[in-house]
């Protein structure tokens, strides 16, 4: 499949926690987003990351992306309830762009 | 400025039938994505379209088509509705001239067909 994988599939954390996401690409990037949706709405781009960089910030999130395995990492620190999402890696795949099948997030209260 | 919008929000058609979803991009935005969203298929790319040309298409059958318009709006037709077509569908505007750059996403047109 074209899609690649995202691990854990559901998460579930208190708040203040710490929460990472995984995200594994098969083919060659010219970068790797991650977006973030709120139950059943639209997409909201988080950060994107090109193939040259290993490491990126904003705000509490941290991406990784690690091109010799084809994987990428989302870390979201200090969880808050509204962080209360699902969560997908998209990436280029030829002309198209294919999105992961994301992680669901529920941070508790 | 003004997000992407999507009209209408909701929409209910039976089997058979033939729906058209459109899509205002962002201001100055000039390539529109539609992606089909189902909680089986997950989020799957239909195609893309900058100044009024379709660039990409995904792996869907020719019952979806779209267009893109001068002023970059954009809309998709699907005809011949069938059950599995239930879905949320959304569309992307960037302002690069590459599908791989920073989308915005409206909020969707939710599909339901009987």
């Known amino acids: 499949s074209q899609q690649g994988e995202e691990d854990p599939q559901a998460l579930s954390i208190q708040e203040g926690e710490n929460a990472t996401m995984n995200c594994s690409y098969k083919t060659s990037i010219n970068n790797l987003q991650w977006y973030r949706q709120n139950s059943g709405r639209g997409l909201v781009h988080l950060i994107l990351?090109?193939?040259?960089?290993r490491e990126k910030h904003s705000g509490r999130l941290r991406v990784t992306l690690d091109t010799s395995k084809k994987s990428s990492s989302l870390l979201i620190t200090a969880s808050r309830a509204a962080d209360t999402a699902s969560y997908f890696c998209g990436w280029n795949y030829g002309q198209n762009f294919v999105f992961g099948p994301g992680t669901r997030l529920s941070v508790l209260p | 400025k003004a997000g992407v919008t999507q009209t209408p929000r909701y929409l209910i058609k039976t089997r058979g039938q033939q729906v058209t979803l459109s899509c205002s991009p962002i201001s100055g935005h000039r390539s529109v994505s539609w992606y089909q969203q189902t909680p089986g298929q997950g989020l799957q790319f239909l195609f893309e379209y900058f100044s009024e040309t379709q660039r990409n298409k995904g792996n869907f059958p020719g019952r979806f088509s779209g267009r893109q318009f001068s002023n970059s709006r954009s809309e998709m037709n699907v005809s011949t509705l069938e059950l599995g077509d239930s879905a949320l569908y959304l569309c992307a505007s960037s302002p690069g001239t590459y599908v791989q750059e920073t989308q915005y996403f409206g909020p969707g047109t939710r599909l339901l067909v009987l």
């Open positions: 990351i090109r193939s040259n960089e």
